[in-house]
């Protein structure tokens, strides 16, 4: 890293002391109640060494690349960019290294601006961030391909630490999906990253990201958006693998008339535990979110979802939503959903919904007397109520996405 | 052979004897009416007969075909040609009529060995039943019993009844909630599927549909037994003089 960024070196070394500052939450620690980090040890994990390109192949992919995509793979240390070269007035996807050394006048505006809580996590990212990626959209262009990141965990034992800033720019567009795997499902690696959104004036952004770690991974995430006004963001998150962790996703309604649908799905089987806390923030007038997550909890697996909604004083005419579900598949299973109102404008509507529910019996005793085994008949009532979430989508990418990595997941789920 | 033959049965919920020793048997190509007021056990029998797992037999048999089913799996039942059309429907949120239908008709279908049902086969058939049953065709895209009326969710079962064409059928108060037209197309449906080799068992209310589907015999549960039986007389006494008549008898008799 002899020739990075004066940009990024000045940040690293704020970044650094300010970790060895830090301690690990604890269950007394706001929003860590509900996840144990009592066995992780930062010092076990090491930095990411060089990655291996043929790596890639060997790492199961949630999503696979749509016609035409725009791609960066990161292979622990190793950036491979698709090899269009940047140029100045035009849609960037670019690492992010070399962004700030090219286009410092594009990143530093942006990066370190959405995301400023100062946990370990989000110093350890800031200290230690491989390459990253940067998109940038500039004013009234599109991105008339989607861009796909993906971001692969080879080494075990080893921390990777990612980093992704998105710009748009007033009116721009763009489908940018990431992904998250490891190679070797018996690795026990920590993945911490940070997602930065800017959606500009006016913006329209489709953001999709899922992770599918090996189940004995770490995963720790700080993703936060912000929306200008009459801007729009279409966040997918899907949550398949890792053994423990939290994931932060949150959306902020900067400008009137933004708007914000975000839908999550995650799936946990043995032991594993998932954590999604959401904020939706609305703090302009005329704004509009609409959060909708799903789990499916087989085993004794865990999850917990935590869902804010924050209207700030002045955001008249707020609309928000939030709901999350959760299927138990064994009695072992458990799920916590926490929704969580803070208001403090007076003409808005926020509703919310949270449900933890095992498999209805009569349903199972219905679909029996028309002659499905039960194994069969569990699948498709589980298979429909993951299917009430992909229906949020039309027929499209996203519906076909979700609904083969869902199904495919179903399998590791269910064990069969 | 009697067909479907429930022998001394005795069935409890809960803790609750529900069915007291009920003796009934339909023969093929027999259309038997259950009566009996609310609460008298009807729904009951039916769920038994299928093998709703939380109904426990204490007592008796369910023999169908010359087998005992009393412990059968569900879909087993099922697949051996039993059908229950349900009082209450069940919904089955984001699952589709045509997902359903094909995953139900492809597991009977791979039950036998056979290959799964190529799209056209599948369309056609529906096609025919939803014709029969006066299904609009939207309704494939549709949640199952998802925000379905009532009638809605009636036809859907004699909808399915007719895909599954079944040896055995019992209609749980198929008839109930209907409009006119409505219960036309459930009696049309059920006349469709009946034939010599078919036992229909139709628990009922009300004589209107008894009218459609013209039953050879009549039994009334009342209090977990078979109390009446005879033939479709029996139904128009019911319905000039209600069941206080019948109370009184047992009462006497138990006396
Ligand atoms: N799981 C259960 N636990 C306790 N009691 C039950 C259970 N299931 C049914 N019962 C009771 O058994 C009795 C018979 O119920 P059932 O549903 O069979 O009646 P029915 O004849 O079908 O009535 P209706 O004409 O109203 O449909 C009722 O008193 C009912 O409350
Ligand atoms: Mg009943």
């Given at each position: 890293?002899a020739?990075?960024?004066?940009?990024?070196?000045?940040?690293?070394?704020?970044?650094?002391?300010?970790?060895?500052?830090?301690?690990?939450?604890?269950?007394?620690?706001?929003?860590?109640?509900?996840?144990?980090?009592?066995?992780?040890?930062?010092?076990?994990?090491?930095?990411?060494?060089?990655?291996?390109a043929?790596?890639?192949?060997?790492?199961t992919?949630?999503?696979?690349?749509?016609?035409?995509?725009?791609?960066?793979?990161?292979?622990?240390?190793?950036?491979?960019?698709?090899?269009?070269?940047?140029?100045?007035?035009?849609?960037?996807?670019?690492?992010?290294?070399k962004?700030?050394?090219?286009?410092?006048?594009?990143?530093?505006?942006?990066?370190?601006?959405i995301?400023?809580?100062?946990?370990v996590?989000?110093?350890?990212?800031?200290?230690?961030?491989?390459?990253?990626?940067?998109?940038?959209?500039?004013?009234?262009?599109s991105?008339?391909?989607?861009?796909?990141?993906?971001?692969?965990?080879?080494?075990?034992?080893?921390?990777?630490n990612?980093?992704?800033?998105?710009?748009?720019?007033?009116?721009?567009?763009?489908?940018?999906?990431?992904?998250?795997?490891?190679?070797?499902?018996?690795?026990?690696?920590l993945?911490?990253t940070?997602?930065?959104?800017?959606?500009?004036?006016?913006?329209?952004?489709?953001?999709?990201?899922?992770?599918?770690?090996?189940?004995?991974?770490?995963?720790?995430?700080?993703q936060?958006?912000?929306?200008?006004?009459d801007?729009?963001?279409?966040?997918?998150?899907?949550?398949?693998?890792?053994?423990?962790?939290?994931?932060?996703?949150?959306?902020?309604?900067?400008?009137?008339?933004?708007?914000?649908?975000?839908?999550?799905?995650?799936?946990?089987?043995?032991?594993?535990?998932?954590?999604?806390?959401?904020t939706?923030?609305h703090?302009?007038?005329?704004?509009?979110?609409?959060?909708?997550?799903?789990?499916?909890?087989?085993?004794?697996?865990?999850?917990?979802?935590?869902?804010?909604?924050?209207?700030?004083?002045?955001?008249?005419?707020?609309?928000?939503?939030?709901?999350c579900?959760?299927?138990?598949?064994?009695?072992?299973?458990?799920?916590?959903?926490?929704p969580?109102?803070?208001?403090?404008?007076?003409?808005?509507?926020?509703?919310?919904?949270?449900?933890?529910?095992?498999?209805?019996?009569?349903?199972?005793?219905?679909?029996?007397?028309?002659?499905?085994?039960?194994?069969?008949?569990?699948?498709?009532?589980?298979?429909?109520?993951?299917?009430?979430?992909?229906?949020?989508?039309?027929?499209?990418?996203?519906?076909?996405?979700?609904?083969?990595?869902?199904?495919?997941?179903?399998?590791?789920?269910?064990?069969? | 052979?009697?067909?479907?033959?429930?022998?001394?049965?005795?069935?409890?919920?809960?803790?609750?004897?529900?069915?007291?020793?009920?003796d009934?048997?339909v023969?093929?190509?027999?259309?038997?009416?259950?009566?009996?007021?609310?609460?008298?056990?009807?729904?009951?029998?039916?769920?038994?007969?299928?093998?709703h797992?939380?109904?426990?037999?204490?007592?008796?048999?369910?023999?169908?075909?010359?087998?005992?089913?009393?412990?059968?799996?569900?879909?087993?039942?099922?697949?051996?040609?039993?059908?229950?059309?349900?009082?209450?429907?069940?919904?089955?949120?984001?699952?589709?009529?045509?997902?359903?239908?094909?995953?139900?008709m492809?597991?009977?279908?791979?039950?036998?060995?056979?290959?799964?049902?190529?799209?056209?086969?599948?369309?056609?058939?529906?096609?025919?039943?939803?014709?029969?049953?006066?299904?609009?065709?939207?309704?494939?895209?549709?949640?199952?019993?998802?925000?379905?009326?009532?009638?809605?969710?009636?036809?859907?079962?004699i909808?399915?009844?007719?895909?599954?064409?079944?040896?055995?059928?019992?209609?749980?108060e198929?008839?109930?909630?209907?409009?006119?037209?409505?219960?036309?197309?459930?009696?049309?449906?059920?006349?469709?599927?009946?034939?010599p080799?078919?036992?229909?068992?139709?628990?009922?209310?009300?004589?209107r549909?008894?009218?459609?589907?013209?039953?050879?015999?009549?039994?009334?549960?009342y209090?977990?037994?078979?109390v009446?039986?005879?033939?479709?007389?029996?139904?128009?006494?019911?319905?000039?003089?209600?069941?206080?008549?019948?109370?009184?008898?047992?009462?006497?008799?138990?006396?």
């Amino acid at each position: 890293m002899a020739t990075e960024a004066p940009l990024l070196a000045t940040r690293r070394k704020r970044a650094t002391a300010l970790a060895s500052s830090l301690t690990l939450p604890d269950a007394r620690t706001p929003g860590w109640e509900f996840t144990d980090v009592k066995g992780l040890d930062l010092a076990n994990f090491g930095p990411s060494p060089d990655g291996q390109a043929s790596m890639r192949e060997r790492a199961t992919a949630i999503f696979e690349p749509q016609d035409g995509a725009r791609q960066i793979d990161q292979i622990d240390g190793l950036t491979v960019t698709d090899g269009v070269q940047p140029t100045p007035g035009q849609p960037l996807v670019m690492s992010l290294a070399k962004a700030a050394e090219l286009f410092p006048e594009l990143v530093e505006p942006h990066l370190g601006s959405i995301v400023a809580s100062e946990d370990v996590f989000v110093a350890n990212n800031e200290a230690a961030f491989t390459a990253g990626a940067f998109i940038y959209v500039p004013r009234n262009q599109s991105l008339d391909v989607p861009v796909l990141l993906t971001v692969i965990q080879a080494a075990t034992a080893a921390a990777l630490n990612w980093r992704l800033l998105i710009v748009l720019e007033e009116g721009a567009q763009a489908e940018v999906w990431e992904q998250y795997l490891s190679v070797d499902p018996e690795s026990a690696g920590l993945f911490n990253t940070i997602v930065e959104i800017v959606v500009g004036p006016g913006a329209n952004l489709r953001y999709v990201c899922g992770q599918s770690l090996s189940e004995k991974s770490w995963i720790f995430g700080t993703q936060r958006a912000e929306v200008q006004r009459d801007g729009n963001l279409d966040w997918v998150a899907l949550g398949l693998g890792s053994a423990g962790g939290k994931v932060r996703m949150e959306t902020k309604l900067a400008g009137a008339g933004s708007s914000a649908k975000v839908t999550g799905a995650y799936t946990g089987h043995g032991r594993q535990h998932l954590d999604f806390d959401t904020t939706q923030e609305h703090a302009a007038p005329n704004t509009v979110s609409d959060l909708a997550f799903r789990g499916l909890l087989n085993e004794r697996s865990t999850a917990v979802w935590r869902g804010m909604i924050r209207v700030e004083p002045g955001a008249q005419q707020t609309d928000a939503f939030q709901e999350c579900r959760n299927l138990l598949l064994s009695k072992r299973a458990h799920a916590d959903s926490i929704p969580g109102l803070e208001i403090e404008a007076n003409d808005v509507r926020c509703t919310h919904a949270a449900a933890i529910a095992q498999i209805d019996p009569e349903q199972l005793f219905y679909l029996a007397s028309r002659g499905l085994p039960e194994a069969m008949a569990k699948r498709l009532v589980i298979e429909g109520f993951l299917q009430e979430l992909v229906e949020r989508f039309p027929e499209g990418p996203i519906h076909a996405a979700l609904s083969t990595a869902l199904e495919r997941q179903l399998n590791t789920v269910l064990g069969v | 052979m009697p067909h479907l033959e429930i022998r001394n049965l005795h069935v409890r919920a809960d803790e609750k004897e529900i069915l007291r020793g009920v003796d009934l048997t339909v023969g093929k190509g027999e259309i038997h009416a259950l009566m009996g007021p609310n609460g008298s056990g009807k729904s009951t029998l039916a769920n038994v007969i299928m093998g709703h797992p939380g109904l426990d037999v204490t007592e008796g048999q369910i023999i169908f075909e010359g087998q005992d089913i009393t412990e059968a799996a569900v879909d087993e039942r099922a697949r051996m040609g039993l059908f229950m059309a349900f009082q209450y429907p069940v919904a089955i949120p984001g699952v589709t009529v045509t997902k359903y239908l094909r995953t139900v008709m492809n597991a009977h279908r791979i039950a036998r060995g056979e290959a799964e049902i190529s799209l056209k086969d599948f369309r056609q058939t529906v096609e025919a039943a939803m014709a029969l049953t006066d299904v609009p065709r939207e309704f494939s895209t549709r949640y199952l019993n998802d925000g379905f009326s009532g009638g809605e969710k009636k036809r859907m079962e004699i909808l399915q009844m007719a895909l599954q064409k079944p040896s055995m059928a019992i209609l749980d108060e198929t008839d109930s909630g209907l409009d006119i037209d409505a219960l036309q197309v459930v009696a049309n449906g059920v006349n469709h599927v009946a034939g010599p080799e078919m036992g229909i068992l139709i628990i009922t209310h009300y004589q209107r549909i008894l009218h459609l589907v013209e039953p050879g015999f009549v039994h009334v549960l009342y209090q977990g037994r078979i109390v009446k039986q005879g033939g479709p007389e029996l139904v128009t006494l019911l319905e000039e003089k209600g069941y206080g008549w019948i109370k009184d008898e047992v009462e006497a008799a138990a006396a």
